[in-house]
């Protein structure tokens, strides 16, 4: 099984679920990649630069297993992400306008998940 989990969400309750089912597939043998839309750009940046926050050790550790397959360019622009998700080594994609296309995480046969 191959999952493409998009976190568009920057509530940080339902951002930690894509950190979590993340985790959760990976540990069962799945591969699974996380895509950083919208609001979620800038929770991203932000518990990458304060470990302090809660749920910033999910997203380390997220990080650190190389679950976080891209951001979306456009919102990490306007979100004022762009230059702390580089600083994390978050790459970028923006093939569809600027953002990321679900078609070609399709394509590629991955399973979508909005959240």
């Known amino acids: 099984m191959k999952a493409a989990l998009f976190?568009?969400?920057?509530?940080?309750?339902?951002?930690?679920h894509v950190?979590?089912?993340a985790l959760d597939m990976k540990e069962r043998g799945h591969e699974a990649v996380v895509v950083l839309e919208g609001l979620a750009t800038k929770l991203a940046k932000e518990l990458g630069e304060d470990?302090?926050?809660p749920f910033a050790p999910?997203?380390?550790k997220v990080?650190?297993?190389g679950l976080i397959c891209c951001a979306?360019?456009?919102c990490s622009v306007k979100t004022g992400a762009?230059?702390?998700l580089e600083a994390q080594g978050v790459e970028f994609r923006d093939e569809m306008s600027g953002h990321p296309s679900i078609a070609a995480f399709e394509e590629e046969g991955y399973?979508?998940?909005t959240f």
């Open 82 to 84: 762009l230059e702390g």
């Open 63 to 65: 990080r650190d297993a």
């Open 111 to 113: 399973s979508v998940y």
């Open 58 to 60: 999910i997203y380390k």
């Open 19 to 21: 950190l979590l089912n």
């Open 7 to 16: 976190a568009f969400n920057g509530e940080p309750m339902c951002f930690v």
């Open 51 to 53: 470990e302090t926050k």
């Open 72 to 74: 979306c360019k456009a």
